[in-house]
């Protein structure tokens, strides 16, 4: 059976302040083994769709919007690692999910690292996807201005604009990491606009300055969880950064010497030819980064039965 438009539910849990919108993305089965996913710091759900096509039904993915994006917008701070670590175990227990999985990619990989270190009896595995441990060039930088050096490409675009929900997606189509990658159209096309809001001819992101800001404020410590782990862990990483340059989030000397602390728990796969974009949304990294959630769940790779 082809598993080409993964049904969705939208799941309103409560958490501090509102509700997070949460999504369930489902193949044609019920009672299938279930993945929490989190997407990174300026994205959404939307970016675990080319994962949940190349699990092909066989998992069910569970994905929130974080507080302050998406359609968790509304949802005020405080917004950092441990606030949203404690939105994630509402997701789990508003499931009535005793243990899961975890998967996130960038912002969402420290945000698992952080929920599993302090709650390992709820975490069976973390895959970490480009994120987790601590950035390089962020060791004796001022914050403000590593903020703005690291993220400001990402800071400028929720100062923007945009006439049409077409001029958004094609923002995002010429972004130097969606453009050298293997993304599917239809895949941009969701990602853009379940993130814009407003009205043309001015429509902007959904995504809150405030709780980038808030959460970028943490990129100095937020590693540290990740030598806390004591889950099996797997940190899938690409060899190009956020603009597909060749300085990548997590350099390999990085991961493995992470990798090494705990070498019966903990294991790096480096994926070839992605970037921090294309190792989530794109189809090569997508299948690695399926590969390595079937791995923790124990899923066979055979195709579903109808």
């Not at 969606?178 to 001015?202: C, E, Q």
């Not at 970028?216 to 099996?232: Q, S």
């Amino acid at each position: 059976m082809s598993f080409d438009s993964p049904e969705t539910t939208r799941i309103d849990v409560p958490v501090a302040g509102g509700s997070l919108a949460t999504f369930r993305f489902e193949g044609p089965r019920r009672g299938l083994p279930t993945v929490l996913a989190v997407h990174g710091m300026t994205a959404s759900s939307q970016g675990w769709r080319a994962v949940t096509r190349a699990l092909s039904g066989r998992v069910s993915v569970v994905a929130p919007d974080l507080r302050g994006r998406g359609r968790s917008n509304g949802l005020p701070g405080p917004y950092g690692m441990a606030a949203h670590a404690r939105d994630m175990l509402a997701v789990l227990d508003h499931l009535g999910l005793e243990r899961a999985v975890l998967v996130g990619h960038s912002l969402g990989a420290y945000i698992i690292a952080r929920a599993a270190a302090e709650h390992p009896d709820r975490v069976a595995a973390v895959v970490l996807v480009d994120g987790g441990l601590p950035i390089p060039s962020s060791r004796g930088a001022d914050p403000q201005r590593f903020i703005e050096s690291f993220l400001g490409p990402s800071l400028a675009r929720l100062q923007m604009t945009f006439g049409s929900r077409e001029d958004y997606r094609t923002w995002w189509r010429r972004h130097p990491a969606f453009a050298a990658g293997d993304i599917d159209d239809a895949d941009i096309v969701a990602y853009a606009d379940h993130d814009v809001v407003g009205k043309p001819p001015a429509l902007r992101s959904s995504v809150s300055e405030e709780a980038v800001r808030g959460d970028a404020a943490e990129l100095f410590t937020m590693g540290e969880p990740a030598h806390r782990l004591a889950v099996p862990a797997t940190l899938v990483c690409a060899p190009r950064g956020l603009l597909d340059d060749p300085n990548p989030m997590q350099p390999v000397e990085l991961v493995q010497a992470w990798a090494a602390e705990a070498p019966n728990q903990r294991r790096m796969l480096p994926v070839p030819d992605v970037n921090h974009f294309t190792i989530a949304l794109g189809r090569a990294g997508a299948g690695a980064v399926a590969a390595t959630i079937e791995e923790a769940l124990g899923v066979s790779a055979a195709a579903p039965t109808p």
